[in-house]
């Protein structure tokens, strides 16, 4: 392991305290309604046209003698979702855990060093990242960075040109995703939105967490952060890192590429068996991808359905999938946060929960901080773990990335911290629902009519 792990900065970021003030604010509610006036001019109205069923979303799952994991892998078999047997998958449960880990695997890389994130924010994390990053560098290894134009932009500690011309100094390949130019709204619609890193093309990793000191010390305003992230190593690396070349050589013009970013997997043992599925969402390319692998996942269960999600104003699929499923007769449980960092998205959601509730779905507002897992598990028998929201933004118009991971234990640790984090959880009752206020109620269904957008 590289010496430079032992040392500050990265061992001292990794063990901060959850501090009692922060600099990163929330997102305001005006760079909350420029982005969304801005999103507005720059998307056609072509969403209802989107949500013409798939053949096998639209079958009575009753008449279907296959277990949930076999109809889903089928369904993404057919439509060529890469999908791989020889798979070592480790759950990162908080912000410690993935920073602790990812640093480490860096600090042994020897080839390259790939990270695609929606934002690096200007703090402790982020600068222990490039100033390990540059000691890598200077050992040999290259290494290639990206972030979202508008990820960067629209939080108020950005990398600012100083620091990005400061950073490609030491040897770090960075660049913007789309950088955001006149005419502005060109740039509103499609961001990169997913979380990939990959080291030596045998390690990588993907989930809900950017690069942030929140994730470890929390918010003041919200509380603490709670994150999944996962550590993937078989085949399934090949897979992020075809997505991240993908965009890496688009963006950038390059053509990095060979066989020395997929080097071959060791053979399959006891350990490394896991099935994993990695199903992305590229516009004009793969552009249903996510939602028709949620919605044929909710179809296809027999039993139960868990979901945590942080912005749940799901598109019109995802909630018929689900109201479908409930009539059934499945238990479908959704967990959301009751504090969010983007203003009205908890009423939107609330007004879309509050009508799952009253059709049989159990619905827990998480009051432990803000819960920004974006994960799902159906039947105890697989689940995903990924970047994508169950919204619009996320499931109609952004780039993203899921892995759905095809082994019970896995899918038993999520349901145990599903089945843990109740305990800090209000349930949603008609009781509930009677005692939020007129005012609450009509700003959680005029935020509604805005779903095809957020």
């Given at each position: 392991m590289c010496d430079a792990l032992s040392k500050p900065p990265i061992a001292h970021v990794v063990s901060l305290p959850v501090?009692?003030?922060?600099?990163?604010?929330l997102l305001?509610?005006?760079?909350?309604?420029?982005?969304?006036?801005?999103?507005?001019?720059?998307?056609?109205?072509?969403?209802?046209?989107?949500?013409?069923?798939?053949?096998?979303?639209?079958?009575?799952?009753?008449?279907?003698?296959?277990?949930?994991?076999?109809?889903?892998?089928?369904?993404?078999e057919r439509e060529g979702m890469p999908i791989s047997g020889n798979n070592r998958v480790r759950l990162l449960r908080s912000g410690r855990e993935k920073f602790a880990?990812?640093?480490?695997?860096?600090?042994?890389?020897?080839?390259?060093?790939?990270?695609?994130?929606f934002n690096f924010r200007d703090d402790s994390i982020a600068n222990a990242l490039f100033d390990l990053l540059a000691l890598k560098v200077k050992e040999g290894v290259k290494v290639?960075?990206?972030?979202?134009?508008f990820g960067n932009w629209s939080n108020n500690?950005?990398?600012?040109?100083?620091?990005?011309?400061?950073?490609?100094?030491?040897?770090?390949?960075?660049?913007?995703?789309?950088?955001?130019?006149?005419?502005?709204?060109?740039?509103?619609?499609?961001?990169?939105?997913?979380?990939?890193?990959?080291?030596?093309?045998?390690?990588?990793?993907?989930?809900?967490?950017?690069i942030a000191d929140y994730y470890i010390k929390g918010l003041p305003k919200i509380g603490a952060w709670r994150?999944?992230?996962?550590?993937?190593?078989?085949?399934?690396?090949?897979?992020?890192?075809?997505?991240?070349?993908?965009?890496?050589?688009?963006?950038?013009?390059?053509?990095?590429?060979?066989?020395?970013?997929?080097?071959?997997n060791e053979a399959p043992t006891d350990s490394a068996h896991t099935v994993v599925a990695i199903v992305d969402r590229t516009p004009k390319k793969s552009s249903r991808a996510i939602s028709h692998a949620y919605a044929v996942s909710i179809y296809s269960s027999r039993n139960d359905v868990r979901i945590i999600n942080p912005y749940f104003v799901p598109t019109s699929s995802i909630m018929k999938a689900l109201k479908r499923t409930i009539d059934r007769g499945v238990d479908v449980q959704i967990m959301?946060?009751?504090?969010?960092?983007?203003?009205?998205?908890?009423?939107a959601a609330l007004y879309k929960l509050h009508k799952l509730m009253k059709r049989g779905a159990t619905v827990y507002l998480y009051n432990g901080g803000f819960h920004h897992s974006k994960i799902m598990m159906v039947d105890s028998l697989f689940c995903t773990v990924g970047t994508a929201n169950l919204n619009s933004r996320s499931l109609r118009y952004d780039y993203e990335t899921n892995a759905f991971i095809f082994d019970r234990d896995v899918?038993?640790?999520?349901?145990?911290?599903?089945?843990?984090?109740?305990?800090?959880?209000?349930?949603?009752?008609?009781?509930?629902?009677?005692?939020?206020?007129?005012?609450?109620?009509?700003?959680?269904?005029?935020?509604?009519?805005?779903?095809?957008?957020?």
């Open positions: 501090h009692k003030r922060h600099n990163r604010r305001t509610p005006r760079t909350f309604i420029i982005s969304l006036l801005l999103l507005l001019l720059a998307t056609p109205l072509t969403y209802a046209q989107e949500e013409v069923a798939d053949s096998l979303m639209a079958l009575h799952r009753d008449s279907i003698p296959e277990p949930s994991d076999s109809l889903v892998l089928r369904f993404m880990d990812l640093f480490a695997a860096i600090g042994r890389a020897r080839h390259h060093v790939h990270l695609e994130y290639r960075a990206m972030f979202d134009a500690q950005p990398i600012t040109k100083k620091q990005l011309k400061a950073i490609r100094a030491r040897g770090i390949e960075m660049v913007k995703f789309d950088p955001i130019t006149f005419p502005y709204i060109n740039h509103a619609a499609h961001r990169d939105h997913r979380k990939i890193a990959v080291v030596d093309g045998k390690i990588a990793y993907t989930g809900g967490m950017n994150d999944m992230h996962v550590r993937l190593e078989g085949d399934a690396v090949h897979d992020l890192q075809r997505i991240f070349l993908d965009i890496w050589n688009k963006e950038t013009k390059q053509a990095v590429d060979g066989p020395e970013y997929f080097p071959p959301v946060s009751s504090a969010s960092d983007i203003p009205f998205t908890p009423d899918t038993k640790q999520l349901n145990d911290i599903f089945e843990a984090d109740k305990e800090h959880c209000t349930q949603l009752t008609p009781e509930y629902w009677k005692k939020r206020s007129s005012w609450k109620k009509f700003v959680g269904w005029f935020a509604n009519l805005f779903t095809p957008f957020l």
